[in-house]
C-alpha cells in the first residue's frame, strides 16, 4: 500500500510563508512527475506546481515568484514553499505523485492539508 502524507499547512497572515512537505511511502519502485494542487471552497482543484523526476519545474501564473516546488528522491518527498501568501491562497492543498509499482505507473493523493491566509 502506497500513501502520501502531507504536513505544514496552517493559518499565517497576509505576506507570511509556509512550507508544505508530502511523504510518499510503501513499495515503491520509482516516482515520476509530482505535483501540488489546491482546492479552494466552491472551486475547482487547480494545478499548483510542477517537479520532474529530473528536477524540471513549472507553476501556474499565480504563484510565480511566490511558491517554490522542490524534491529529495531518497526521502521520496516533495516540498512547496510559499512566500508572500496572500488571501487569495487560501485552500486545501493537495499533493500528487506518479509511482511506478509492478511495472506500472499509478497516480496517489495526499489528503490535503488546509493554508489559511488572513488579511
Known amino acids: 500500500q502506497v500513501q502520501l502524507v502531507e504536513s505544514g499547512g496552517g493559518l499565517v497572515q497576509l505576506g507570511g510563508s509556509l512550507r508544505l512537505s508530502c511523504a510518499a511511502s510503501g513499495i515503491i519502485i520509482s516516482i515520476d512527475d509530482m505535483e501540488w494542487y489546491r482546492q479552494a471552497p466552491g472551486k475547482e482543484r487547480d494545478l499548483v506546481a510542477t517537479?520532474?523526476?529530473?528536477?524540471?519545474?513549472n507553476y501556474a501564473d499565480s504563484v510565480k515568484g511566490r511558491f517554490t516546488i522542490s524534491r529529495d528522491n531518497a526521502k521520496d518527498t516533495v516540498y512547496l514553499q510559499m512566500n508572500s501568501l496572500k488571501p487569495e491562497d487560501t485552500a486545501v492543498y493537495y499533493c500528487?505523485?506518479?509511482?511506478?509499482?509492478?511495472?506500472?505507473?499509478?497516480?496517489?493523493w495526499g489528503q490535503g492539508t488546509q493554508v489559511t491566509v488572513s488579511s
Open positions: 500528487k505523485a506518479m509511482i511506478w509499482r509492478d511495472n506500472r505507473v499509478f497516480a496517489y
Open positions: 517537479i520532474t523526476r529530473g528536477g524540471r519545474t
